[in-house]
């Protein structure tokens, strides 16, 4: 059970916008910066999204990131093929300790 | 260009141990957190802890499923972060990656497997 709740799975057509959110509380989402992470399939994750809804050099503007409140929202447009992967979001969480990194359940993104 | 690279993964036995290190490149090490996601087969990412920079105690944290048995260290001479694993259980089997963390995680090692079986 992860502490951010994501939809397990989503899907749209070439070329259509899709948007996986990202649920969690006011120890974590609510008060701190929302990342998204890309992991292809046999490869490692890859950064997409950071400070809620920057990109870091060399992802293109097709992807972006929102947030409000103690929720999240990651939104391909002109979805293809390559996009197909495992989306995860993440952020810290006070509610245990000092620190503590947490992340959802991961959504398979499925470009049908 | 920031790469990271894990070793030391394999096979180990119920109730054993096992390091592995994290070779560090293209950035100034010491000046950074480090942390280890774990990710069981088939399954999502998990967090599993980081250390800070010695600029900010080089202090530890660690999820609650590993604390105890587990122990991050660096050696900022050597650009290497270690992942320390006592008393491994069979739940432990994962692909451990190595990343940096900066507010976000923001770079990742390829990757290496743990495999905690008799």
């Known amino acids: 059970q992860s502490v951010l709740t994501q939809p397990p799975s989503v899907s749209a057509a070439p070329g259509q916008k899709v948007t996986i959110s990202c649920s969690g509380s006011?120890?974590?989402?609510?008060?701190?910066?929302v990342s998204w992470y890309q992991q292809l399939p046999g490869t490692a994750p890859k950064l997409l999204i950071y400070?809620?809804?920057k990109r870091p050099s060399g992802i293109p503007d097709r992807f972006s990131g929102s947030k409000s409140g103690t929720s999240a929202t990651l939104g391909i447009t002109g979805l293809q093929t390559g996009d197909e992967a495992d989306y995860y979001c993440?952020?810290?969480?006070?509610?245990?300790?000092?620190?503590?990194?947490?992340f959802g359940g991961g959504t398979k993104l499925t470009v049908l | 260009e920031v790469q990271l690279v894990e070793s030391g993964g394999g096979l180990v036995q119920p109730g054993r141990s096992l390091r592995l290190s994290c070779t560090a490149s293209?950035?100034?090490?010491?000046?950074?957190?480090m942390s280890w996601v774990r990710q069981a087969p088939g399954k999502g990412l998990e967090w599993v802890g980081f250390?800070?920079?010695?600029?900010?105690?080089?202090?530890?944290e660690y999820a609650a499923s590993v604390k105890g048995r587990f122990t991050i260290s660096r050696d900022d001479s050597k650009s290497i972060a270690y992942l320390q694993m006592n008393s491994l259980k069979t739940e432990d089997t994962a692909v451990y990656y190595c990343?940096?963390?900066?507010?976000?995680?923001?770079?990742w090692g390829q990757g290496t497997l743990v495999t905690v079986s008799s």
């Open positions: 990343t940096r963390i900066v507010g976000a995680i923001d770079y």
């Open positions: 293209g950035f100034t090490f010491g000046d950074y957190a």
């Open positions: 250390i800070r920079s010695k600029a900010y105690g080089g202090t530890t």
């Open positions: 006011s120890s974590n989402i609510g008060n701190n910066y």
């Open positions: 400070e809620n809804n």
């Open positions: 993440g952020t810290w969480d006070s509610s245990l300790s000092a620190g503590n990194w947490v």
